[in-house]
């Protein structure tokens, strides 16, 4: 019996001796926590998008022409005048670019955007404004003016300042425009439906949250976008001025030789793009 008890007694010591050796070991540190880092949000990409607005014509008010109208077309002193009457109506299109940014976040960006809109001015051709008599079977206008555009485009750079989600830009570069003055008066006027010239103008864009309804093709981010643009499109001296048409067959008869040397317009259009590339 006193030896059990002595048995038991050591067994007791040496658990307990165990338990305070064990007590003093380190105990194994917990793992730090994971942090996933929130993406830094950048422009830099290539966009592609759509935009809808208003252009109105720009020009200089004080550029209306006047010329006499040669006999047998018009009787004698007779004169016609083309006041180049202001025109406007709906632009829209669509556009692709790439941007890129120096510093995610907030910093500069730098980028190139190619557009190309449809316009409507309506078919005035600032017809004339006549003293005296037109001889019957023949009429008078001026296809020179913004009604003969049906289309205009821009290849412009683009510089501007991000504010996060929020990118503040200037833009400017290469404009162009045809219309309808190559299908109109015999083909006559054709000479000049094409032209050239410069566009310049701002704009305020933002990014919406990658997760927006908007967000159809599952780009890196959807944005809206804000902009003016001003279009000088230079017209030089072909076949600039008043017609006399014989109405019969829609062709020329009597060119005047006077008229504005250039088109100016402004559009004011809001745009959506689709950007694709670094978040």
Request: charged share 15%.
């Given at each position: 019996m006193?030896s059990?008890?002595r048995?038991t007694?050591?067994?007791?010591g040496?658990a307990?001796a165990?338990?305070?050796?064990?007590?003093?070991?380190?105990r194994?540190?917990a793992?730090p926590?994971?942090?996933t880092p929130?993406?830094?949000?950048?422009?830099t990409g290539?966009?592609f998008g759509?935009?809808a607005?208003y252009?109105?014509?720009?020009?200089?008010?004080?550029?209306?022409?006047?010329?006499?109208?040669?006999?047998?077309?018009?009787?004698?002193?007779?004169?016609?005048s083309?006041?180049?009457r202001?025109?406007d109506?709906?632009?829209g299109?669509?556009?692709?670019?790439?941007?890129?940014?120096?510093?995610?976040?907030?910093?500069?960006?730098?980028g190139?955007?190619?557009?190309?809109?449809y316009l409507d001015?309506?078919?005035?051709r600032?017809n004339?404004?006549v003293?005296?008599?037109?001889?019957?079977?023949?009429?008078?206008?001026?296809?020179r003016g913004?009604?003969s555009?049906d289309?205009f485009?821009?290849v412009r750079?683009?510089?501007g300042?991000?504010?996060d989600?929020?990118?503040?830009y200037?833009?400017?570069g290469?404009a162009?425009?045809?219309g309808?003055a190559?299908r109109s008066?015999?083909?006559?006027?054709?000479?000049?439906s094409?032209?050239?010239?410069?566009a310049?103008?701002?704009?305020i864009e933002y990014?919406?949250?990658t997760?927006?309804f908007l967000n159809f093709?599952?780009?890196?981010?959807?944005?809206?976008k804000?902009?003016?643009l001003?279009?000088?499109?230079d017209r030089?001296?072909?076949?600039?001025g008043?017609?006399?048409?014989?109405?019969?067959?829609?062709?020329?008869?009597?060119?005047?030789?006077?008229?504005?040397?250039d088109?100016q317009?402004?559009?004011?259009?809001?745009?959506?793009?689709y950007?694709?590339?670094?978040?």
């Amino acid at each position: 019996m006193k030896s059990l008890l002595r048995v038991t007694t050591a067994l007791a010591g040496v658990a307990f001796a165990g338990s305070a050796f064990a007590a003093d070991l380190p105990r194994r540190a917990a793992p730090p926590p994971v942090f996933t880092p929130v993406p830094v949000f950048t422009w830099t990409g290539a966009y592609f998008g759509i935009n809808a607005g208003y252009a109105f014509d720009a020009s200089d008010r004080n550029t209306g022409n006047t010329f006499a109208v040669p006999f047998p077309y018009g009787a004698p002193g007779t004169v016609a005048s083309f006041r180049n009457r202001s025109q406007d109506g709906f632009s829209g299109g669509g556009q692709v670019g790439y941007n890129y940014q120096f510093t995610p976040g907030s910093g500069v960006v730098i980028g190139f955007e190619a557009d190309a809109q449809y316009l409507d001015f309506g078919r005035s051709r600032n017809n004339a404004f006549v003293s005296g008599a037109v001889a019957p079977g023949y009429y008078l206008t001026d296809p020179r003016g913004l009604s003969s555009l049906d289309f205009f485009g821009t290849v412009r750079g683009r510089l501007g300042y991000a504010f996060d989600r929020t990118l503040v830009y200037g833009t400017g570069g290469f404009a162009y425009g045809s219309g309808s003055a190559d299908r109109s008066f015999g083909g006559f006027a054709g000479n000049d439906s094409f032209r050239t010239g410069w566009a310049a103008g701002g704009g305020i864009e933002y990014a919406l949250p990658t997760d927006s309804f908007l967000n159809f093709f599952r780009s890196s981010a959807v944005t809206l976008k804000v902009e003016g643009l001003y279009v000088n499109l230079d017209r030089g001296t072909r076949n600039q001025g008043a017609f006399v048409i014989n109405a019969a067959n829609n062709f020329p008869v009597v060119y005047s030789g006077v008229g504005r040397r250039d088109d100016q317009f402004a559009v004011v259009r809001a745009g959506l793009n689709y950007k694709f590339g670094t978040f």
